[in-house]
């Protein structure tokens, strides 16, 4: 709630939105002192640095436990950050595959391109990470909850194999959310979040955010994204720190909600799969409760019916929306293999559970018993 607050001269309560692209210096001496690398650590221009990104900075690193931040544009442009930014030609990487559909074009299709070697593993099995990480391997990439298919890798187990031959275990950690991460105790040493999703948790701005130790996010991240352009914008910043404010209460409630639904829907005659990692019959159960203590604010159904029946499910709700956010106040319905993850071909779509018949739903702060109603009736559509 307070951590990382910058008052003004006016002692102002909520955190001041510092709309500038640049500071004044009072001398040209100054100026010259402020560009120095060894410089006082003050402001020079906000795609290197702002007053209410700091704050934002400050505040999420408090709450993550993680030593420093760096705030970016959006979702992508953290995760593009942290691993382009450590990253150089014949490296290697070894990612999970099962991933959100642009993380894994970069990659895939981009850092490839530059000569970064990436091997893809099915992250919930790991003697394929064994058998994958090298001695020559520098980074891990992966989901700590998959998207949409909600697998859960086993964080602590991956960073062991990851740490004996020295490389960086990169996690993208939104399904967790920093409420319920302990991903640095588990062993990450970055961790990546789209503030877009539970962060802002209101659906209004894009954002996202690489935090790690001062080090690595000073030495490594800061100047790539400094020079590269993808940084938070102050207003953006003002938005996600008030979101910070009431994260805590949201997330829980959303969480709560979704394992409400979920055991209401376990068994149901219209539905294949409920996936859940907080059910007792996800694969990953153990490890989803180990290391986030429950099972999130996002679940999985797979209709019977196939596309024709998820679309008539879609159509009939009448409380969640059909966007594609998550992480959202609002209750949001997506079917990922015509929208999120459409540009796959379909055999991969099948390879990662994306099936014709899969709807996620993120859910939101709406009254629950309404939710499993509104739930009840669109299957009942079906
Ligand atoms: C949404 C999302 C992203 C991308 O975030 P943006 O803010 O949309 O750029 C990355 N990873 C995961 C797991 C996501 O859900």
């Known amino acids: ?24 210096y009072n001398t040209a001496e100054q100026a010259e002192a402020r560009f120095l690398e060894t410089g006082p650590d003050e402001f020079i221009y906000a795609r290197y640095g702002n007053p209410t990104v700091a704050m934002f900075e400050e505040r999420i690193a408090l709450l993550e436990g993680a030593e420093d931040a760096f705030a970016t544009a959006s979702g992508m442009a953290a995760v593009n950050g942290a691993v382009t930014s450590m990253l150089k030609a ?12 642009s993380c894994l074009y970069i990659l895939e299709e981009i850092l490839t391109r530059y000569g970064v070697e990436v091997t893809f593993v099915d992250g919930t099995d790991l003697d394929q990470w064994k058998a994958a990480i090298r001695e020559d391997t520098k980074a891990v990439f992966f989901e700590t909850v998959s998207n949409p298919t909600l697998e859960v890798i086993d964080l602590k187990a991956v960073a062991d194999l990851a740490h004996a031959v020295g490389a960086l275990v990169v996690v993208d950690n939104v399904f967790a ?90 068994g149901h005659d219209k539905l294949a799969r409920v996936i859940y990692p907080g059910l007792e019959g996800h694969a990953q159960h153990a490890i989803a409760i180990e290391q986030m203590g429950q099972g999130g604010t996002v679940l999985s159904l797979d209709l019977k019916g196939g596309q ?75």
């Open 1 to 24: 709630m307070h951590g990382g607050i910058r008052r003004s001269q006016y002692n102002e309560v909520a955190e001041a939105i510092f709309l500038t692209q640049g500071f004044v």
């Open 90 to 101: 014949g490296d290697h990487v070894v990612s999970a595959k099962a991933l959100f559909g």
């Open 177 to 266: 959310t920093p409420v319920y991460s302990k991903a640095l105790e588990n062993g990450a040493d970055v961790i990546v979040y789209s503030t877009t999703k539970h962060i802002d948790g209101q659906g209004r701005c894009l954002g996202g955010v690489i935090l790690g130790s001062k080090e690595f996010i000073r030495g490594t991240v800061e100047p790539y994204m400094k020079h590269t352009g993808g940084s938070m914008s102050p207003f953006n910043a003002w938005v996600m720190l008030k979101g910070l404010e009431t994260i805590d209460l949201r997330v829980r409630a959303q969480s709560a909600s979704a394992q409400a639904i979920a055991e209401a829907l376990v």
């Open 308 to 382: 024709e029946a998820a679309f008539r499910f879609l159509n009939a709700l009448q409380i969640a929306v059909i966007s594609n956010n998550l992480g959202d106040a609002k209750s949001i319905v997506t079917h990922p293999a015509t929208t999120t993850h459409q540009r796959l071909p379909e055999e991969q779509k099948v390879h990662l559970g994306i099936t014709p018949g899969l709807v996620r739903f993120s859910v939101g702060i709406e009254d629950t018993g309404d939710l499993i109603a509104d739930v009840k009736q669109a299957l009942d559509a079906v």
